[in-house]
C-alpha cells in the first residue's frame, strides 16, 4: 500500500522520520499574494576553496622491486569536505608519470616505423655475398648450368669437360642405312667406325666472365649467354676399314629384309619388307667419312637394290589366315577340365620365320617363299606354368642318390618317376586349331625318370684324374668340354679330358692366337710393332689388349691385318687343327687351348724367340673369377660372351699344370672355379700319398 502525503508549501520543511537532514533547512519563501513587498534576492556565499595540498615528488615505480606488479598512481586523491559549499569543483587528474620503456619494447616500436631501414641493409648483404661468391667461382670451371649436346658439365673443370664430351660422342651409335630402308642395317658406337670428335676448340672461349661475375644472380643465367661452337671431327681410316672387312665383307652385299609379321592390338600386322644390295665401299666409306653430329649419327649410302623375295603380300595373306583362325579363344582340356585360353594369350606364342627355297640348279621348279609361323615352346610352357594348369598335371620325380668312386658305383637308393607335360606333344596338339583342322587342344603328359643325384669321390690315380673331368663335363649344366694334364711335380704325370675336340666360339680367347701370329710377323720383319691397327694402337698395344682384356676392336683390327688365311695357317703349323677363322664366327676347341698354352709356357711356339709379349698380359687378364679366383697365381688367358666362356692357364703350385675349359649355357667363371679346385684337391690327396 503506498501513502502519499501532501505537503504544504506554507508549513516548513520536516525531514521524514528517520532521515536525518543532509542540507540546512531551507528559510520560507517569500509569499506571492504580497506584490508590496520588497523582493530580495539572496546570494549564497562562496564556496570555500579547499586547503591547499603539500605536493609530492613522484616516485620511479619501474625501478623499485618491492612495489607490486603494476605502479600506483603517485598521488592519491584526498577527500575534502563539500558539506560547506554548494557546488564542488574537482581539479583535474595529474598525468600519470612511469619509468623508462624497456629496450625491447623500444626496439620494436622503433621497427614499426622504420622498418625499410633493416629490409634495405638484408638486401644490400644479400647482394654483396652473392657477389662474393661469384667472383670466387673457378676461374676454369664452365658456366653453371651449361649443357652441350645433352651433357651437363657446368661447373666442370673444361679439361674434364672436354674429356667427358669426347668420351661420350664416342659412344654414340651410327645408324647405317642402305638404300632407302628405314631401318638401320647396323647401329655401332662412333669409335667402331673410327669417328672422333674433338671438343676442346668448342669449350676454349666459354667461361664465366669476370666482368659479369659482378653483377648480381649472373650466376645462374651466365651460361645462357655461352656460345658453344661445333666440335672438330676426325676420322680414322685404319679403324673404318677394319669395320668394314669385318661387317661389309669385300663385296659390301647388304641382304634384303623379308616381310614379317607382329602382333598388334590382338592382331597380326605386317612388318614390311625392305630391299637390300649392294654397295660401294668407296662410297660407304666416304659418308663415313663426312658424317657429323646432329641430333645423331646418320650415315647413308646408295645400293644397287636388290628387293626381298619374301613380300608383303604373302605376309599379308598368313596374317589374315592366322587373325580368322584364333578370332575365337582356345579350349584347352588338361586333368578333366577346359581352360579358355584368350587367342590374344594364343597368338602370343607364335613367331615367323622366312622360308625361301633354294636353287638346286636341277631344272626343279622352285616353290615360292612363304612365311612360316612357329609355336615357341618356352611361351607355351610359360603360361602353363603360370595359369595353374602346370601344377593340376604334373607330378614331380623323385631323387635317386648315388654314391661313387672314380667309375665304379658303390651305392644307389631309387627316387619315385614323376609325370611331367610332354611339350612337343601338346604343341603338336594346338597346331592343328591354329591351321583350323581342329576345335580345341589338349595337355600332353610322360612318365620321367628320377632325377639322379651323385656323391663323387675320386682316388688320386689315372682313373681317379680322368673319371674327375669326365664326370665334372656330365655333372654340370651346358656344353662343357675339358683337356688337362701335369707337367711337374710328383710323378707319375696324370691328366684327363671330356669333349676336347668339341669346337666352340672362341669368345675372345682367339685374341692371344692373333698375338702369337703377329710376333712371328715382327720377329721375321713382314710387321712393323709401331704400326697403328686400331685407332690410335700400334701392333705392340693392340696385342696386350687382346690379351688382357679380350679387346674385341683389336681383335678384329689384328685379323683385318694379318689376314684369315695367314692366322688359319700359322697356327696349323703348331697342331692347332681344330682352331678355325674361316667362317663367320672363330671357333677353337679345349685340346688345341692346352696345346697352344703348354708350347707358350716350356717356350717351343715356333717362329718367336721373344715370347715377353705374350707371356706378360696373362698376368693381368681382366678375367677375374674364373681360375684366378682360385689359383691366384696362374698364367691365364681367356675370353667371354653372354654365352660362353673359355680359359686356359699354367697353374703353378707344388708342381705344374695345364688347364683348359670351354662353356656354352654354362655359369662360366664358377663352373671353372669349381673345376680348378676340384682339380687340386685331388692333387694335393696324391702329394699326401707316400712315395
Given at each position: 500500500?503506498?501513502?502519499?502525503?501532501?505537503?504544504?508549501?506554507?508549513?516548513?520543511?520536516?525531514?521524514?522520520?528517520?532521515?536525518?537532514?543532509q542540507?540546512?533547512?531551507?528559510?520560507a519563501?517569500?509569499?506571492?499574494?504580497?506584490?508590496?513587498?520588497?523582493?530580495?534576492?539572496?546570494v549564497?556565499?562562496?564556496?570555500?576553496?579547499?586547503?591547499?595540498?603539500?605536493?609530492?615528488?613522484?616516485?620511479?615505480?619501474?625501478?623499485?622491486?618491492?612495489?607490486?606488479?603494476?605502479?600506483?598512481?603517485?598521488?592519491?586523491?584526498?577527500?575534502?569536505?563539500m558539506?560547506?559549499?554548494?557546488?564542488?569543483?574537482?581539479?583535474?587528474p595529474?598525468?600519470?608519470v612511469?619509468?623508462?620503456?624497456?629496450?625491447?619494447?623500444?626496439?620494436?616500436?622503433?621497427?614499426?616505423?622504420?622498418?625499410?631501414?633493416?629490409?634495405?641493409?638484408l638486401?644490400?648483404?644479400?647482394?654483396?655475398?652473392?657477389?662474393?661468391?661469384?667472383?670466387?667461382?673457378?676461374?676454369?670451371?664452365?658456366?653453371a648450368?651449361?649443357?652441350?649436346?645433352?651433357?651437363?658439365?657446368?661447373?666442370?673443370?673444361r679439361?674434364?669437360?672436354?674429356a667427358?664430351?669426347?668420351?661420350?660422342?664416342?659412344?654414340?651409335?651410327?645408324?647405317?642405312?642402305?638404300?632407302d630402308?628405314?631401318?638401320?642395317?647396323?647401329?655401332?658406337?662412333?669409335?667402331?667406325?673410327?669417328?672422333?670428335?674433338?671438343?676442346?676448340?668448342?669449350?676454349?672461349?666459354?667461361s664465366y666472365?669476370?666482368?659479369?661475375?659482378?653483377?648480381p644472380?649472373?650466376?645462374?643465367?651466365?651460361?645462357?649467354?655461352?656460345?658453344?661452337g661445333?666440335p672438330?671431327?676426325?676420322?680414322?681410316?685404319?679403324?673404318?676399314?677394319?669395320?668394314?672387312l669385318?661387317?661389309?665383307g669385300?663385296?659390301?652385299?647388304?641382304?634384303?629384309?623379308?616381310?614379317?609379321?607382329?602382333?598388334?592390338?590382338?592382331?597380326?600386322?605386317?612388318v614390311?619388307?625392305?630391299?637390300?644390295?649392294?654397295?660401294?665401299?668407296?662410297e660407304f666409306?666416304?659418308?663415313?667419312?663426312?658424317v657429323?653430329?646432329?641430333g645423331?649419327y646418320?650415315?647413308?649410302?646408295?645400293?644397287?637394290?636388290?628387293?626381298a623375295?619374301?613380300?608383303?603380300?604373302v605376309?599379308q595373306?598368313?596374317?589374315?589366315?592366322?587373325?580368322?583362325?584364333?578370332?575365337n579363344?582356345?579350349p584347352l582340356?588338361?586333368a578333366?577340365?577346359?581352360?579358355?585360353v584368350?587367342?590374344?594369350?594364343?597368338?602370343?606364342?607364335l613367331?615367323?620365320?622366312?622360308?625361301?627355297?633354294?636353287d638346286?640348279?636341277?631344272g626343279?621348279?622352285?616353290?615360292p617363299?612363304?612365311l612360316l609361323?612357329?609355336?615357341?615352346?618356352?611361351?607355351?610352357?610359360?603360361?602353363?606354368e603360370?595359369?595353374?594348369?602346370?601344377?593340376?598335371v604334373?607330378?614331380?620325380?623323385?631323387?635317386?642318390?648315388?654314391?661313387t668312386?672314380?667309375?665304379?658305383?658303390?651305392?644307389?637308393?631309387?627316387?619315385?618317376?614323376?609325370?611331367?607335360?610332354d611339350?612337343?606333344?601338346?604343341?603338336?596338339?594346338?597346331?592343328?586349331?591354329?591351321?583350323a583342322?581342329a576345335?580345341?587342344?589338349?595337355?600332353?603328359?610322360?612318365?620321367?625318370?628320377?632325377?639322379?643325384?651323385?656323391?663323387?669321390?675320386y682316388?688320386?690315380?689315372?682313373?681317379?684324374?680322368?673319371a674327375?673331368?669326365?664326370?665334372?663335363?656330365?655333372?654340370?649344366?651346358?656344353?662343357?668340354?675339358?683337356?688337362?694334364?701335369?707337367?711337374?711335380?710328383?710323378?707319375?704325370?696324370?691328366?684327363?679330358?671330356?669333349?676336347?675336340?668339341?669346337?666352340?666360339?672362341?669368345?675372345g680367347?682367339?685374341?692371344i692366337?692373333?698375338?702369337?701370329?703377329?710376333?712371328?710377323?715382327i720377329?721375321?720383319?713382314?710387321?712393323?710393332?709401331?704400326?697403328?691397327?686400331?685407332?690410335s694402337?700400334s701392333?705392340?698395344?693392340?696385342?696386350e689388349?687382346?690379351?688382357?682384356?679380350?679387346?674385341?676392336?683389336?681383335?678384329?683390327?689384328?685379323?683385318?691385318?694379318?689376314s684369315?688365311?695367314?692366322?688359319?695357317?700359322?697356327?696349323?703349323?703348331?697342331?692347332?687343327t681344330?682352331?678355325s677363322?674361316s667362317?663367320?664366327v672363330?671357333?677353337?676347341?679345349a685340346?688345341?687351348?692346352v696345346?697352344?698354352m703348354?708350347?707358350?709356357?716350356?717356350?717351343?711356339?715356333a717362329?718367336?724367340?721373344?715370347?715377353?709379349?705374350?707371356?706378360?698380359?696373362?698376368?693381368?687378364?681382366?678375367?677375374?673369377?674364373?681360375?684366378?679366383?682360385?689359383?691366384?697365381?696362374?698364367k691365364?688367358?681367356?675370353?667371354?660372351?653372354?654365352?660362353?666362356?673359355?680359359?686356359?692357364?699354367v697353374?703353378?703350385?707344388?708342381?705344374?699344370y695345364?688347364?683348359?675349359?670351354?662353356?656354352?649355357?654354362?655359369?662360366?667363371?664358377?663352373t671353372?672355379?669349381?673345376?680348378?679346385?676340384?682339380?687340386?684337391?685331388?692333387?694335393?690327396?696324391k702329394?699326401?700319398?707316400r712315395?
Open positions: 500500500m503506498i501513502s502519499i502525503t501532501i505537503m504544504d508549501p506554507n508549513s516548513p520543511y520536516q525531514s521524514p522520520a528517520g532521515i536525518p537532514p542540507t540546512p533547512v531551507p528559510e519563501p517569500v509569499p506571492y499574494g504580497n506584490p508590496t513587498a520588497p523582493y530580495v534576492q539572496t549564497p556565499p562562496a564556496p570555500q576553496m579547499p586547503a591547499p595540498q603539500p605536493y609530492t615528488q613522484p616516485q620511479n615505480t619501474w625501478a623499485s622491486p618491492s612495489q607490486t606488479g603494476y605502479p600506483q598512481s603517485p598521488q592519491m586523491p584526498q577527500p575534502h569536505d558539506s560547506n559549499y554548494g557546488t564542488a569543483i574537482t581539479p583535474p595529474r598525468p600519470r612511469y619509468g623508462k620503456v624497456p629496450l625491447p619494447v623500444r626496439i620494436v616500436e622503433w621497427f614499426k616505423g622504420h622498418w625499410y631501414i633493416p629490409a634495405g641493409v638486401v644490400v648483404l644479400l647482394v654483396v655475398g652473392n657477389i662474393i661468391s661469384q667472383l670466387l667461382y673457378p676461374l676454369n670451371a664452365l658456366p648450368g651449361l649443357v652441350v649436346d645433352g651433357a651437363k658439365v657446368g661447373g666442370m673443370d679439361d674434364a669437360a672436354v667427358k664430351l669426347n668420351a661420350a660422342y664416342d659412344k654414340v651409335q651410327v645408324k647405317l642405312f642402305f638404300g630402308a628405314s631401318v638401320p642395317y647396323k647401329t655401332p658406337a662412333a669409335s667402331q667406325l673410327g669417328i672422333r670428335a674433338d671438343n676442346t676448340s668448342r669449350l676454349a672461349s666459354v666472365p669476370f666482368a659479369l661475375r659482378f653483377v644472380t649472373s650466376y645462374w643465367w651466365a651460361a645462357g649467354l655461352a656460345k658453344v661445333d672438330v671431327y676426325n676420322y680414322d681410316k685404319a679403324t673404318l676399314d677394319t669395320y668394314a669385318k661387317n661389309l669385300e663385296d659390301c652385299v647388304i641382304p634384303p629384309k623379308n616381310a614379317s609379321l607382329k602382333l598388334d592390338d590382338d592382331r597380326f600386322a605386317v614390311p619388307a625392305e630391299a637390300g644390295g649392294k654397295c660401294n665401299l668407296t666409306k666416304d659418308a663415313v667419312g663426312k657429323t653430329y646432329a645423331g646418320n650415315v647413308k649410302t646408295p645400293v644397287a637394290k636388290v628387293e623375295p619374301l613380300t608383303n603380300d605376309a595373306q598368313l596374317g589374315d589366315e592366322l587373325n580368322n583362325n584364333l578370332k579363344d582356345l582340356q588338361a578333366g577340365e577346359t581352360t579358355q584368350k587367342s590374344s594369350v594364343a597368338k602370343g606364342w613367331s615367323f620365320q622366312p622360308f625361301i627355297p633354294e638346286k640348279n636341277d626343279t621348279p622352285l616353290p617363299p612363304r609361323y612357329v609355336i615357341e615352346p618356352e611361351r607355351v610352357k610359360r603360361y602353363l603360370t595359369s595353374g594348369i602346370a601344377a593340376k604334373e607330378k614331380k620325380p623323385g631323387v635317386t642318390k648315388i654314391s668312386t672314380d667309375f665304379t658305383e658303390t651305392s644307389r637308393t631309387n627316387g619315385a618317376p614323376g609325370v611331367l607335360i611339350i612337343n606333344k601338346t604343341i603338336a596338339s594346338i597346331d592343328p586349331f591354329i591351321n583342322r576345335s580345341g587342344a589338349t595337355v600332353a603328359v610322360g612318365p620321367v625318370p628320377a632325377t639322379e643325384q651323385y656323391t663323387r669321390k682316388t688320386p690315380s689315372d682313373a681317379g684324374y680322368r674327375l673331368i669326365q664326370q665334372f663335363a656330365q655333372d654340370n649344366p651346358g656344353k662343357i668340354g675339358i683337356s688337362f694334364h701335369e707337367f711337374s711335380g710328383k710323378r707319375p704325370y696324370l691328366g684327363g679330358t671330356a669333349n676336347d675336340t668339341m669346337q666352340l666360339p672362341a669368345a680367347v682367339e685374341g692366337y692373333l698375338a702369337y701370329v703377329a710376333q712371328r710377323g720377329e721375321d720383319g713382314s710387321v712393323q710393332p709401331t704400326d697403328r691397327v686400331f685407332g694402337l701392333y705392340t698395344e693392340c696385342m689388349a687382346a690379351i688382357s682384356s679380350q679387346d674385341a676392336d683389336c681383335i678384329g683390327a689384328l685379323l683385318g691385318k694379318l684369315n688365311a695367314t692366322v688359319n695357317a700359322r697356327l696349323a703349323e703348331i697342331g692347332l681344330g682352331t677363322f667362317g663367320d672363330n671357333v677353337t676347341t685340346h688345341d687351348m696345346l697352344f703348354e708350347k707358350l709356357n716350356d717356350g717351343t711356339l717362329g718367336i724367340k721373344k715370347r715377353e709379349s705374350l707371356m706378360t698380359p696373362l698376368s693381368d687378364i681382366s678375367l677375374r673369377d674364373g681360375i684366378k679366383s682360385a689359383a691366384q697365381n696362374a691365364v688367358s681367356g675370353g667371354a660372351t653372354d654365352t660362353n666362356y673359355n680359359e686356359m692357364a697353374v703353378t703350385g707344388t708342381g705344374q695345364v688347364v683348359a675349359i670351354m662353356t656354352e649355357g654354362s655359369d662360366g667363371a664358377k671353372t672355379s669349381k673345376l680348378i679346385k676340384a682339380i687340386d684337391a685331388i692333387r694335393k690327396q702329394q699326401d700319398l712315395s
